[in-house]
């Protein structure tokens, strides 16, 4: 694991590593700061390990302060990266947000399996490392690690100067979570009558920049320029274009954790969905069966303006934009229909914006959008 | 979790996702392929979960044939990737065996804790899916979870044509393993008199691939020579240069296990080693702790031809060459004395190629080559 990686100084005067581009000195350096940030993520049950090769991270912990015990513990781990959003946040030089939109990739994820998310590590591959890039990057994954409840419990930083143009680079992360079998989401299905809720997004999230960019680049909009579709309807401030399309991605594991903990025992959550590449019908169509179809009313919550300011100035199409954009809705919980205001409120009280979006009905495992 | 990724057909006429450079159908035409390849690694403990945004593994596993449980059980978790070795297999254009390499340095760092290794997660970043080269580099790391014994549980390809020049990709991954607390390997230090034996290396595996490949750029080396230093002196047989830098890494996963199973209850095993950048003195120092010394005998083992070729003509320095490259030990495990030769022959009755390169003193933490 290279954040316990160690060398030493060397003293060859022939063809040296360093010659090479590769800086091992320099690379230790930054690996050295990297330690007392992810000690900012540890709870107790990370177990301390100096000059480890990997994280060691308790899944069973019987002290008395913070008993955690699992009858039948499933794994839940899956993989993902920021795609190019990293390019925007390079152009504009912001890098410590980049990181959150990492974690939040992958523990919206792992959140819609019923798991608590414990740990997450990051690859993060660069020409070169320039320390204050590396360090403002970590600085979002640890910040991201923080709002999900989660440890960064190790990583690896790779240079890579031939594969990598000098500023740019490649961000992936990994998160590992847990569920008791019983509470397992892939154990339940939406019923009939059932009704969605959606939780709104904090904008584009991380999916789609690539159509964002080239919209942007075709249409002449500059990152700099505060256009009035952007202006916040509650707030009346107009951000930046820039500012608003690297807004990081909401992180939903508190309050959906805290969801699943209220209702331990009645099945009150028949499904989830984290909203990404393929937008709302894409993803909610991933977790419906073939026995129902879910229909969405488009017009119950708000497109937010840098999605409506898109669509406008490039001409694309409300289906495409649909299918490669989340539109506002960032995650949706399916809920028995008894439980639903109960919790809307819920969540709205752990700060989430809650949009009732449609309801399910007896079907073929369609999402249908009005 | 892009493995199961699903999107729908557009038929827009204004500005698309696919006129921007990525295209969800043959993205998708990848993807509906990798899940056969996943399930080949897939064992009981696996959950089937279609459509899922996260891949599910049980931990403990009551059925009877399989019966698996843990006291108290210690996750482990390390990410990496294969650094520039990626640019000699795409000039090679020799894909199906960077897999290996990947699942290699992951795995090999987990069980260093003690671990057995669980399952694995990859990250495949490319500028635009193509079938052939996906399909051959994911063959790898399905192959290397076979010979770990690990699931591939899930992973990501994401298209980053921004980032990346045709033909260019970047492949991390991530590695989760258990181990019982009581058993984990940072719980125990080396004692003086202890015995250090080091497992032969394949090659250069994964490490220092940007020095390597600057050596034979400016020696005028060509990876399809037959040079007389990489004839293997068992074979008599000479592999092109190419060929021999590329060869995946040892996974020394089921041999490490094995070892642990067969010594549950006594305390063998003090230490070991997985020899990545920083070479045998930078990885076992990091084991060593602060009362002992390790003494190594380097000319215990033989140094694989194709690092002595590149020493020589690229004019590197000893010194240089053992700080960056592995010399023929990938793996040490450090032994109880009177355990030594049992421990020994019992891995070279699993296959490995076993030295007994040094031992253990009382000193500071440091590595002594001699």
């Known amino acids: 694991m290279a954040t316990t990686a160690k060398s030493k100084p060397s003293g060859a005067s022939g063809m040296t590593y360093a010659a090479a581009g590769i800086d091992l000195e320099r690379y230790d350096g930054f690996i050295d700061t990297l330690g007392g940030m992810l000690k900012r993520t540890h709870g107790p049950r990370v177990i301390s390990n ?5 994280g060691l991270f308790r899944l069973d912990y019987n002290e008395k302060l913070f008993a955690r015990n699992y009858r039948d ?10 795609g190019t959003k990293i390019k925007v946040a390079q152009e504009l030089g912001i890098l410590h947000t980049i990181g959150i939109d990492l974690v939040a990739m992958n523990v919206n994820d792992c959140i819609v399996e019923g798991a608590e998310p414990l740990f997450f590590l990051d690859c993060l591959s660069v020409p070169q490392v320039d320390q204050r890039q590396c360090a403002a990057i970590m600085s979002g994954v640890v910040e991201g690690c923080r709002l999900a409840g989660c440890a960064l419990l190790g990583g690896e930083t790779a240079e ?9 680079f490649d961000l992936t992360g990994f998160c590992v979570g847990v569920v008791d079998l019983h509470r397992a989401m892939n154990r339940r299905s ?5 009704i969605v809720l959606g939780l709104a997004s ?23 320029e505060r256009y009035g579709e952007l202006t916040d309807p509650e707030t009346g401030q107009t951000p930046a274009l820039g500012e608003a399309i690297l807004t990081p ?7 959906i954790v805290k969801l699943g903990r209220a209702y331990r025992v009645k099945k009150v959550v028949t499904a989830m969905a984290h909203i990404t590449g ?37 001409g694309v199409e409300e289906a495409e934009m649909r299918r490669v954009f989340n539109m506002g809705i960032g995650y949706c919980v399916v809920v028995r229909p008894t439980f639903a205001e109960a919790v809307k409120e819920k969540l709205e009280r752990m700060g ?4 009732t979006i449609g309801k399910i009905t007896k079907g073929k495992g369609r999402v249908v959008e009005k």
Chains 1, 2 share one sequence.
């Not at 100096?50 to 990997?54: E, K, L, T, Y």
């Not at 890579?160 to 740019?168: E, I, N, Q, V």
């Not at 977790?287 to 406008?312: C, F, M, N, Y």
């Not at 989430?352 to 949009?355: A, I, K």
Request: charged share 20%; glycine share 16%.
């Open 50 to 54: 100096p000059g480890g090769f990997a």
């Open 73 to 82: 513990p499933v794994l839940v781990a899956c993989s993902d990266g920021v």
């Open 160 to 168: 890579m100067g031939d594969l990598f143009r000098p500023g740019d």
């Open 190 to 194: 939406p019923e009939p009558g059932d």
């Open 202 to 224: 904090s904008g584009i999230h991380s999916n789609g920049f690539t159509l964002a960019r080239k919209v942007i680049a075709d249409a002449g909009l500059q990152l700099g």
């Open 249 to 255: 991605t909401r992180i939903y594991a508190e309050s």
């Open 278 to 314: 393929g937008g709302l019908a894409g993803n909610l169509e991933r977790v419906l069966g073939d026995k129902v179809d879910a229909h969405i009313r488009t017009s119950s919550w708000p497109t937010p303006g840098v999605l409506r300011l898109l669509q406008e100035r490039g």
């Open 352 to 355: 989430e914006r809650v949009y």
